[in-house]
Each structure stands twice: as structure tokens, then as C-alpha cells.
């Protein structure tokens, strides 16, 4: 019987939003984190459009006289480097929340959020996703506000939580 007392307890710490002490004791206002939410449709819309200026340039792979170079968080910048004097921005794939590619002969992996994402690449100029794993990676730790302190409770009727950003959050407070 103490036992399931000890359990009760446990999960209700670790059901995400619950308050340490006295909330009246906080202020009306407090500085904190409050979620930032994404639909499971915008993570999932992978599309190839025009060539963009690279802004935060990641891993870079060679294929033929191609470059991938991923861009964290946005996607695939496809390069044509045929003339190394005079490289070509051909085209972008966008990959919502992409961290990480692999290539491996005619095939890009990729990260999006959770799921990898495979790629036909034979022909750079016409990229074609061939397959989604849904859940096959870790998730992000976007899930926990970036470090202890107040934060807005997770309402998952929002949507998916991809990240945090600084607020001033109102009552009632919730912390870890």
C-alpha cells in the first residue's frame, strides 16, 4: 500500500504542470518560458522550392558535382558546383525542424522532428521524398522549457511543442 502512495506521487510530479508552495506568495507577473506550438501538418510539409540565400550552413555532403548543406532547423540548400569559381543555388528543400542529414548513394536521410525522412537524390535537380519513419528518432528535448523556473502549462490541443521562448507569463504559474 505505500508503495502505490509513492507511485501517485511520482506521477503527479511528473505529469507536467503542477506548482511548488504557495502561488500566492509569486508575483501577478513573472518572467518564465511559454511553449511555442507547431501542427503536426506544418512539421510534416516537406516541400523543394526556389534556391534561398544560406543563413546558418550545417553538414555538407558531395554528390557528383553537387552539394547538399543542410540548414539547421529549415531544410537542404542543393548546389551546383560543376564550376567551383562559380557555384549555382539551384533549388531548397524545406524539412520543417531538420537537424541532421546522411547521404548514402542515391539516398538523403533526413530529421524532421521525430520522423526520418527519405529521399530519392539520383537526379538533384528533381529531389522526391520516397518514404517517412514516423517516430524512428528521439525527440527533441523541446518538450521541457530551457531551464528550470516558471513556464506556461502545455495545452495539447495546440498542437506540438517545437521550442520555448521567454514571456512574462500571469497566474496561474506553473514550475519545475
Known amino acids: 500500500m505505500k508503495h502505490n502512495y509513492l507511485y501517485v506521487l511520482l506521477l503527479f510530479f ?3 504542470c503542477f506548482s511548488f508552495g504557495d502561488v500566492d ?3 501577478d507577473e513573472v518572467d518564465g518560458y511559454k511553449p511555442v506550438y507547431s501542427s503536426k501538418e506544418q512539421i510534416n510539409s ?3 522550392v526556389e534556391a534561398r540565400v544560406l543563413q546558418k550552413p550545417g553538414k555538407i555532403y ?3 558535382r553537387y552539394l547538399f548543406i543542410g540548414e539547421a532547423g529549415k531544410g537542404v540548400h542543393i548546389i551546383d558546383n560543376s564550376d567551383i569559381k562559380q557555384p549555382k543555388n539551384i533549388s531548397f528543400i ?3 525542424y531538420n537537424n541532421d542529414i546522411a547521404i548514402k548513394g542515391n539516398i538523403m536521410y533526413a530529421d524532421n522532428y521525430g520522423d ?4 530519392d537524390i539520383s537526379n538533384p535537380v528533381d529531389v522526391k521524398l520516397m518514404n517517412r519513419i514516423t517516430n524512428a528518432l528521439p525527440q527533441n528535448s523541446s518538450q ?3 531551464e528550470q523556473g516558471f513556464f506556461e502549462c502545455v495545452d495539447a490541443s495546440k498542437g506540438v511543442v517545437v521550442g520555448w521562448e521567454r514571456a512574462k507569463l500571469k497566474s496561474p504559474k506553473c514550475r519545475y
Not at 116 to 119: D, G, T
Open 62 to 64: 558531395t554528390y557528383g
Open 14 to 16: 511528473l505529469s507536467g
Open 46 to 48: 516537406i516541400n523543394t
Open 116 to 119: 526520418l525522412v527519405v529521399f
Open 94 to 96: 524545406e524539412i520543417p
Open 144 to 146: 521541457l522549457p530551457p
Open 25 to 27: 506568495k509569486y508575483p
